[in-house]
């Protein structure tokens, strides 16, 4: 079956660099989407990687290397409203259906 | 405000008890989707719906039912809701399938006793 792979609980200090992987197993592969959660809320969209590479939106960026079956999500200059859940998510083989990774709860430290 | 509309936000009801949970996209998307959330599980697609009439099982249907009888509307019906289907539901649409990013709504937080 598909699955994406992600750490449970990252943890990092306020300021900081922070990485955050999924590794996927897809029979077919379309490109990696990143969202984020904050307790209580809904899922935003942060970003999508179709092709291999790193794309960059402010303080964020997320990498892909199909290759590899992997991408991260990149934090900068962590600040404590990035504490939050973190999921990666792929298209399944049809590209019909989304399967989403059990998220990553980052926890940003003062 | 571009934005997708779930109502109720909670709701409280009974083992058998058939009920709807409403989904409006005002951003004229083909592609729309519910989804749970239980802990430790991210979440998991129920049904989705490529277009007006056009929907189909995503991976957790089972005591799901959907319509998409406008581009606009897609409600979520539990014809005899069970406490295994307690858990948080979160309906999402995009422009044109799982490529684009979604937009999710506020979510709806079904408890059934």
């Known amino acids: 079956g598909q699955s994406l792979e992600q750490p449970s609980e990252v943890t990092a200090v306020e300021g900081a660099i922070v990485q955050i992987n999924c590794t996927y197993q897809t029979s077919g592969f379309y490109g990696l989407s990143w969202y984020q959660q904050h307790d209580g809320g809904a899922p935003t969209f942060l970003s999508y990687n179709a092709l291999d590479g790193l794309e960059e939106t402010g303080r964020f960026s997320s990498f892909l290397s199909r290759s590899d079956s992997y991408g991260y999500l990149l934090l900068q200059e962590l600040q404590m409203k990035d504490s939050a859940s973190y999921f990666c998510a792929a298209p399944d083989t049809g590209g019909f259906k989304t399967i989403f990774g059990a998220g990553t709860r980052l926890f940003v430290k003062a | 405000e571009a934005q997708v509309t779930q109502n109720p936000r909670y709701l409280i009801t009974v083992t058998g008890k058939k009920l709807t949970v409403t989904c409006s996209q005002n951003m004229n998307h083909e592609y729309m989707s519910w989804y749970r959330q239980d802990p430790g599980l991210g979440l998991r697609q129920i049904y989705y719906?490529?277009?007006?009439?056009?929907?189909d099982k995503g991976d957790v249907p089972e005591g799901y039912k959907v319509s998409r009888k406008e581009k606009r509307n897609f409600p979520l019906i539990l014809e005899s809701p069970s406490p295994n289907q307690t858990s948080l539901y979160f309906c999402?649409?995009?422009?044109?399938?799982?490529?684009?990013?979604?937009?999710f709504g506020s979510g709806t937080r079904l408890t059934v006793v």
């Open positions: 719906s490529m277009n007006v009439e056009v929907t």
């Open positions: 999402a649409s995009s422009l044109s399938g799982s490529f684009y990013g979604y937009t």
